[in-house]
């Protein structure tokens, strides 16, 4: 089972890796079927090796690696439909849509379309976002959410930390009253740490003070 669990993440962050990887002078990204075989070819490797560390069979040992390269390869698969799907649906929101380091599926939402300077009550304007993301998440319920909340520089840790967790909170919270499975949403407040602008600007400030949405594959 350790085997299992950890090729299926071993898999996808391997294809949610080549996601941004251009080839070329054109740019052109890697094909579907090569960023399959990449993380099908490490989700093997890696259900293979745990296996094999367990001082299992060679037949255990194969059969993990077959398992591992089955889920890697569809948990990655399942990252790309989400983020293309969101991508349609943020379009002119506002939203950032990318891809983070450890391969789930980033949504950016920068302060001046979620709260107002100091509150954590969702802008009634954002609702229809935030229905959309809701909408994806709940075509399957596949999907763990982390809900990130952060703030400027403004202030101390005992301000900012329970602020940005508030904000966090009320975003996970909305998006549970719109069908998304609550054992499956995490909310979280970070203050001000990672900033994405300078805090030396009011530009920068309102975009540092912003609530964040990473998706995961969990089947």
Wanted: charged letters at 15%; a positive charge; aromatic letters at 4%.
């Amino acid at each position: 089972m350790r085997a299992l669990v950890v090729s299926t993440v071993v898999g996808a962050l391997a294809l949610s890796g080549c996601q941004s990887m251009n080839t070329g002078a054109t740019g052109s990204g890697i094909s579907q079927y090569d960023k399959t075989a990449i993380g099908t070819l490490i989700g093997a490797a890696a259900g293979y090796g745990l296996s094999r560390g367990n001082a299992n069979t060679s037949a255990q040992n194969n059969r993990a690696a077959a398992i591992g390269a089955i889920l890697g390869g569809a948990g990655g698969l399942y990252l790309d439909k989400k983020e293309q799907r969101l991508r349609e649906q943020m379009a002119g929101t506002g939203v950032e849509v990318n891809r983070n380091s450890d391969g789930s599926v980033g949504l950016v939402m920068p302060g001046n379309i979620t709260f107002d300077t100091n509150q954590s009550t969702i802008k009634p304007n954002f609702y229809t976002t935030l229905n959309k993301v809701a909408q994806t998440l709940t075509e399957d319920n596949k999907s763990a959410i982390l809900v990130t909340g952060y703030t400027d520089n403004t202030g101390n840790d005992s301000i900012n930390i329970p602020l940005s967790q508030a904000r966090a909170q009320a975003v996970a919270s909305y998006l549970a009253g719109q069908g998304v499975s609550r054992s499956k949403i995490n909310a979280q407040g970070n203050g001000s740490a990672n900033p994405i602008a300078s805090n030396a600007t009011p530009a920068g400030r309102e975009q540092n003070r912003r609530v964040e949405i990473s998706i995961y594959a969990t089947q």
